[in-house]
């Protein structure tokens, strides 16, 4: 594998996380718990669909036949999709779709703070002003988690179950293989080791204030890094790529 | 005003550019000041109009009654004094 | 106060309006000028929050990045708008909720355009194009309307709604120079939504029960009719100049009158769909109502969260 093979399955990864992840959200826009919050979840959806158009030009610049963002968005098959099974998630109740981002958010500070050194300098730009929204988005899946834990009964029972839930795929964030070797071993990108211990803290720091209490289920899942994805995967996809199956080589 | 039992409303300012005052904008509802600052961001400056926020509870604003806004407004009115047109400066004089 | 009686305030209070004072919250109102101005805030407000449903339908359809970004932004400039408006109403004492609340229960009115459904990405051109064009009509005028804070807001979602209209042209326009299917789809949507966009101007002026009244007080500065006619005169060129073609065999341009002649609008139908009765009213409202629903635990949590941290704070 080349730096640039690698570097462009890394950016997919990157893309498909923001992409699948604002997908959803995307579904809530109009459905909001309150007006408010409503659109605040839509600023989030924009940031992430944002995000993706950014990582997955630059990967698709990377790969063997070159391709632009919206072929690689809407045009792959779903085993080509490298996103975390966490972010393709069904948005659930409102408390599973804040867990959902905050397990993400969590994850993505981070990881977006060390690419800020990457040896990459485009890839520092793009996370650079994703950490910006990131900043932003953590802050608000955080205080909801601990607004919910620490509510009503009837709140802290709903988020202590999402977590049950979804803690389970969060442990695939921090996935790697031979392309995160080489990368790492490059200066591009950080590995999970230095990533880990800061999204744990933050989750373990946020739990607390929620009053909410860590799984003892320690179940991992992974797959969807490699391709390998839960059955909501194959719905979401249907819906987004209607059109471009539909009318194929069109522009719109 | 009746409030139900749902989130208080928050009066909400913003200061478009360094330099200016906050100006009110709108009100909006919050459970706390923290998410008012965030709704208020959310919602007044999605077009990046703002570069600060304040939010104050609603039911915390006393307003004069308009009923007196004659002896309220009306003296400041007549003391044209404070205005600087009311004094004459030769023609010729500049930067003045 | 005490001493002025109801007939001298009402004077005062139509010099005021007369005169192009703005009334502001606290001034001393006639209440049927509050019922009213609460009425169309409302109403409006309701109107941004349930139009959301039918673009938001597309939202994650859209077919290429930058058309699913613009859609999430449009959307949720409305509800924005809203926002605004709930907010305007509240300065009158209408608590958000409860207006809410009115709206769930098919006592509050909304526009009824929004009762129709989105069936194609075409109808995303469609709405921004003629629904969000004829908003603007409807709109504009009210950025002078008499009550302060409804002007105010007005004139906060007038500057919004600038780019939902140009947003929509786009994406016709490209419809229309694209394949046969995409030319298809653009004039499909043109046929469906060109009567519900006249009918959003609402009933004609000979049948419209508040519009006499509103004009005198300066809530409302133009009548339906006058609006309804813009709304075509600016609109009509702009299909012909995409190669689109308005659905009405009376259309005719009026040299004498220098305006557009057309045909009669179908007022069963408007009424038919403005008394519930519309292909999407139930849908649209269930699924407001589900939102609210669904979402009150999280309010009352919220709520319970934040007593907490005050009792601590003041223990
Ligand atoms: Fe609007
Ligand atoms: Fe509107
Ligand atoms: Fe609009």
């Known amino acids: 594998m080349t730096k640039q093979e690698a570097l462009h399955i890394y950016l997919l990864r990157m893309g498909d996380d923001s992409l699948i992840l604002g997908q959803r959200l995307s579904q809530l826009c109009g459905h909001g718990p309150i007006l408010e919050e409503d659109i605040a979840l839509t600023n989030v959806a924009l940031d992430l669909i944002g995000q993706a158009t950014l990582f997955l030009e630059y990967s698709g610049e990377l790969a063997e036949q070159p391709k632009t963002n919206d072929e690689l968005a809407y045009l792959r098959l779903e085993k080509e999709y490298v996103n975390a099974i966490l972010v393709e998630q069904p948005n659930g109740h409102f408390g599973d779709t804040i867990l959902r981002q905050f397990l993400f958010d969590a994850y993505r500070k981070p990881l977006l703070e060390k690419l800020l050194d990457s040896n990459d300098e485009r890839l520092a730009g793009i996370a650079e002003k994703s950490l910006k929204e990131t900043k932003y988005h953590l802050r608000h899946s955080s205080e909801w988690v601990i607004r919910l834990g620490d509510g009503t009964e009837e709140s802290h029972e709903r988020i202590q179950n999402s977590l049950e839930s979804l803690l389970r795929y969060a442990h695939e964030l921090f996935f790697e293989n031979e392309v995160d070797k080489l990368l790492i071993a490059e200066g591009i990108v950080p590995s999970a080791e230095s990533i880990f211990p800061i999204w744990e803290k933050t989750l373990n720091d946020v739990l607390k204030e929620a009053t909410l209490t860590l799984p003892k289920n320690n179940w991992k899942f992974q797959g969807g890094r490699e391709g390998r994805h839960s059955e909501h995967m194959g719905y979401l996809l249907a819906e987004m790529q209607y059109m471009q199956r539909t009318y194929p080589n069109m522009e719109w | 005003m009746s409030e139900s039992k749902g989130w208080p409303l928050w009066e909400v300012f913003v200061r478009s550019k360094q330099g200016l005052n906050h100006k009110h904008v709108g009100s909006l509802r919050a459970s706390d000041a923290t998410m008012a600052i965030k709704n208020a961001r959310d919602v007044y400056t999605r077009r990046a109009e703002g570069i600060s926020i304040w939010v104050v509870p609603s039911n915390n604003i006393t307003a004069s009654d308009p009923s007196e806004e004659d002896s309220l407004f009306e003296p400041s009115q007549t003391k044209v004094y404070r205005h600087p047109t009311f004094y004459d400066v030769p023609d010729g004089i500049s930067h003045m | ?315």
């Open chain 3, 1 to 315: 106060m005490k001493d002025l009686n109801i007939s001298k305030l009402e004077a005062i209070f139509q010099q005021k309006i007369d005169d192009d004072v703005k009334i502001e919250p606290n001034d001393w109102m006639p209440d049927a000028y509050r019922k009213s101005l609460i009425r169309q805030i409302s109403q409006h407000a309701h109107s941004e929050v349930v139009g959301m449903l039918p673009e938001g339908n597309w939202i994650t359809r859209a077919p290429n990045l930058r058309r699913k970004a613009v859609l999430l932004a449009k959307v949720q400039d409305e509800a924005g708008h809203g926002l605004y408006l709930y907010s305007a109403a509240e300065t009158l004492g209408a608590d958000r909720e409860k207006t809410i609340d009115d709206l769930h229960s098919g006592k509050a009115k909304y526009s009824s355009i929004f009762n129709y459904p989105t069936l194609t990405w075409a109808d995303m051109g469609a709405i921004g194009w003629l629904v969000d064009g004829a908003a603007i009509m409807n709109q504009v005028p009210l950025c002078r309307c008499s009550y302060g804070p409804y002007a105010r807001a007005m004139i906060r979602v007038c500057k919004e709604e600038s780019f939902h209209q140009r947003q929509g042209f786009e994406v016709i326009n490209k419809l229309a120079e694209g394949t046969i299917e995409q030319k298809e789809m653009a004039q499909d949507a043109l046929n469906r939504f060109w009567w519900p966009a006249l009918m959003m101007f609402g009933p004609s002026d000979d049948d419209s029960s508040h519009t006499e009244q509103s004009m005198r007080w300066k809530i409302k500065r133009n009548t339906n009719d006058e609006l309804r006619q813009m709304f075509v005169d600016v609109t009509v060129p702009q299909a012909e100049s995409i190669g689109l073609k308005v659905p009405d065999p009376h259309l005719k341009w009026n040299e004498e009158k220098e305006c557009y002649d057309f045909g009669p609008i179908d007022w069963d139908e408007f009424w038919q769909v403005v008394g519930g009765n519309g292909p999407c009213n139930k849908e649209r409202v269930d699924a407001r109502r589900k939102a609210k629903e669904d979402g009150k635990w999280v309010v009352e949590a919220a709520m319970a969260f934040a007593n907490k941290r005050n009792a601590k704070k003041t223990a």
